[in-house]
């Protein structure tokens, strides 16, 4: 359960990325009402998976689920750039994420 918690904070911290941006480009409140539900419900997921998985393990793949996300979601909806070079470097980090779990 605490690796599906994981996941589920990694997926919120991107939700908490994207409403960032959506803020700081319309300055509107609802975007900052998610930002800050976002990044909530984000910690206390990872505060939770914490008391099962180790703390480096738990914040790496937290962190690199974030990177990932926020990239792809920079890529999808905001056009920022999709160079190969950006995509094999999202792929490294998700082939260390994975490889952190198959070690722990």
């Not at 919120?12 to 909530?40: D, H, I």
């Not at 792929?91 to 994975?98: E, P, Q, T």
């Amino acid at each position: 359960m605490a690796w599906v918690a994981l996941i589920v904070a990694g997926a919120f911290e991107t939700f908490g990325v994207a409403m960032m941006n959506q803020y700081s480009v319309s300055r509107n409140w609802k975007p900052l009402v998610f930002l800050v539900l976002g990044f909530c419900i984000s910690l206390f997921l990872l505060d939770y998976s914490m008391n099962t998985i180790s703390m480096g393990t738990a914040y790496a793949i937290w962190t690199g689920i974030g990177v990932v996300g926020g990239t792809i979601v920079g890529m999808l909806f905001y056009g920022e750039s999709k160079e190969w070079k950006r995509i094999l470097c999202i792929f490294i980090i998700l082939c260390a994420s994975i490889g952190l779990k198959i070690v722990s």
